[in-house]
């Protein structure tokens, strides 16, 4: 099991409407994420940023991302997300979301 840190900012003028989604999310898009391998995620916020974290299980994690990508559900779902979301200057190339270095755990 790997975990995942990630961060963005939101716009704050559709941070209410981000949360409306989040609130119920869709279905396919759940079951997408299951089916992914990716489990006890949380997205958190402060501040117009917003804090995500998952833990993958599976064992071929661009395959399991390339999937999700590949689903027309998942694609929709992003069409709507993404104008809300608003990706930090320092994120690698190809990131949307930018990835956290973990320099901290306990069980």
């Avoid at 992914?36 to 299980?57: G, M, P, T, V």
């Amino acid at each position: 099991m790997k975990r995942f840190g990630q961060v963005i900012g939101v716009d704050p003028q559709r941070f209410e409407e981000y949360k409306k989604y989040h609130a119920a999310v869709w279905p396919e898009i759940l079951a997408m994420i299951y089916e992914c391998n990716i489990r006890n995620y949380s997205i958190f916020h402060k501040d117009n940023q917003l804090f995500a974290y998952y833990e993958y299980i599976g064992t071929d994690f661009a395959a399991d991302m390339a999937k999700m990508a590949a689903d027309p559900k998942t694609q929709e779902w992003w069409v709507i997300m993404e104008p809300m979301q608003r990706p930090v200057s320092t994120r690698a190339y190809g990131e949307w979301w930018a990835n956290m270095e973990e320099v901290f755990h306990t069980e």
